[in-house]
T-cell receptor, first 114, second 112 residues
């Protein structure tokens, strides 16, 4: 099975712009979660989607949003970019029960905001 | 408020010896724990998990121990190999939420 894929892998944007990141989960996985990783902060949970519905949300401002399509692919959008949004954005998918607690991550999208 | 803590930012171990990575948590509602390994420029790789109904889970060279009363878990790697050199993250979730809280990671270096 192909793993979780994320596009693009690298992105440079200017402060104030918006950005959309894409994630394709492992085939058959219906849950997709997004995380932000910054130096010294570990992985911070952004949100989780299941069957096109947002089920969980982390403590991020409304500038961070996402959606999931009927084929389970997911996009994450960040509007009005700030310098502090520079980070590695990771997407993870989960299988259906009984192994549903095990998440599998993609390689990430490295976003640099200048 | 850091609910999952990995207090050792780095650890060095000789090849062939045991590596022990520690993780502490504060939320007594956490009921599932996972360990991930991460190489630079790659996403985290799932290693091993444990449910709160168990106190030990083994998978090859990797064993995770859970002490619920102390709110502490540890990952043992035996024997350690140079390829194990990476950053290790522990993560925890509350029952049914599938919202994972990660620690800040421990960088393991296995010396040949």
């Amino acid at each position: 099975k192909a793993g979780v894929t994320q596009t693009p892998r690298y992105l440079i944007k200017t402060r104030g712009q918006q950005v959309t990141l894409s994630c394709s989960p492992i085939s058959g996985h219906r849950s997709v979660s997004w995380y932000q990783q910054t130096p010294g902060q570990g992985l911070q949970f952004l949100f989780e989607y299941f069957s096109e519905t947002q089920r969980n949300k982390g403590n991020f401002p409304g500038r961070f949003s996402g959606r999931q399509f009927s084929n389970s692919r997911s996009e994450m959008n960040v509007s009005t970019l700030e310098l502090g949004d520079s980070a590695l954005y990771l997407c993870a998918s989960r299988p259906s029960p009984p192994l549903s607690y095990e998440q599998y991550f993609g390689p990430g999208t490295r976003l640099t905001v200048t | 408020d850091q609910q999952v803590k990995q207090n050792s930012p780095s650890l060095s171990v000789q090849e062939g010896r045991i590596s022990i990575l520690n993780c502490d948590y504060t939320n007594s509602m956490f009921d599932y724990f996972l360990w991930y390994k991460k190489y630079p420029a790659e996403g985290p790789t799932f290693l091993i998990s444990i449910s709160s109904i168990k106190d030990k889970n083994e998978d090859g060279r990797f064993t995770v121990f859970l002490n619920k009363s102390a709110k502490h878990l540890s990952l043992h790697i035996v024997p350690s190999q140079p390829g194990d050199s990476a950053v290790y993250f522990c993560a925890a979730s509350e029952e049914g939420t599938y919202k994972y809280i990660f620690g800040t990671g421990t960088r393991l270096k296995v010396l040949a």
